[in-house]
């Protein structure tokens, strides 16, 4: 059974930076492409990044480009966000994902994505 849990989200000042991490029992997750996702309230799930299964090729949001950063750590089994010059409106509970299949790239489409986390909360304010 696959479960994906999310951590590292908090409460954070304007500018600010936080990392998310997602890690996984029951799959390595080096053979899966990966997403991270956000729901802010009263707002519909939406990407935010990902990378693909061998973390050579990642996508953002238009968003968050340049802002945040997708990697691997396989050696702990774990994909991290690294949020930087977080906004106001990063707030958001945070979801991170994986397909069905391994060996595929990411895609920004929440339907391609079988397993997912409980989400971390995010909270950006002053």
């Keep these: 059974q696959v479960q994906l ?10 500018g600010g930076s936080l990392r998310l ?3 996984a029992s029951g799959r390595t997750l080096s053979r899966y492409a990966m997403g991270w996702f956000r729901q802010a309230p009263g707002k519909e ?9 061998s973390g050579r ?4 949001a238009d968003s968050v480009k340049g802002r945040f950063a997708i990697s691997r750590d396989n050696a702990n089994n774990t ?5 930087n010059r977080l906004e106001r409106d990063d707030t958001a509970v ?3 994902a994986t397909p069905q299949h ?15 986390g409980q989400g971390t909360r995010v909270t950006v304010s002053s």
């Design 5 to 14: 849990e999310e951590s590292g989200g908090g409460m954070v000042q304007p």
């Design 79 to 83: 994909v991290s966000l690294q949020m």
């Design 94 to 96: 945070y979801y991170c």
């Design 21 to 23: 991490f997602c890690t």
């Design 57 to 60: 090729s990642a996508i953002y």
């Design 45 to 53: 799930r939406v990407f935010v990044a990902g990378i693909d299964w």
């Design 102 to 116: 391994p060996w595929g790239l990411a895609t920004m489409r929440p339907q391609t994505y079988a397993y997912w």
